[in-house]
C-alpha cells in the first residue's frame, strides 16, 4: 500500500520555525513532483510550493523568502522549512506526491495533515 506520512506540526509563536517531513511508502517505482499544500479553517485547499524530482521548486508569494521547500530522492521524503511564521499560516498542511507504482503505474498520494497553529 503506498502511502504519505507526515510529521512536525504543532503549535509555534510567530516569528517562529518549524520544519514538516513526508515520508513516501510502498511498492514505489519513481517519484515525479512533490508538494505542500494547506488548508486553514473555513477556506479552500491552496497550493503551498512544489519540488520536482530534478529539483527545481515552486514557491507562492504568500510565502517566499520565508518557506523552503527540498527533497530527498533516497529517502522518499520532502520537507518544508517554514522560518518567519505568522498567524495567517495557520493551517493544515497536506504534501502530495504523484509516483508510478508496480502494478497501478501512476498514481496521486495525499498525506493525513499535519497542523501548524501559529499564535502567541
Known amino acids: 500500500q503506498v502511502q504519505l506520512v507526515e510529521s512536525g506540526g504543532g503549535l509555534v509563536q510567530p516569528g517562529g520555525s518549524l520544519r514538516l517531513s513526508c515520508a513516501a511508502s510502498g511498492n514505489i517505482l519513481s517519484i515525479y513532483d512533490m508538494g505542500w499544500y494547506r488548508q486553514a479553517p473555513g477556506k479552500e485547499r491552496e497550493l503551498v510550493a512544489t519540488i520536482s524530482s530534478g529539483g527545481v521548486t515552486n514557491v507562492v508569494d504568500s510565502v517566499k523568502g520565508r518557506f523552503t521547500i527540498s527533497r530527498d530522492n533516497a529517502r522518499k521524503t520532502v520537507y518544508l522549512q517554514m522560518d518567519g511564521l505568522k498567524p495567517e499560516d495557520t493551517a493544515v498542511y497536506y504534501c502530495?506526491?504523484?509516483?508510478?507504482?508496480?502494478?497501478?503505474?501512476?498514481?496521486?498520494?495525499w498525506g493525513q495533515g499535519t497542523l501548524v497553529t501559529v499564535s502567541s
Open positions: 502530495n506526491a504523484q509516483m508510478t507504482v508496480i502494478r497501478y503505474g501512476y498514481l496521486e498520494r
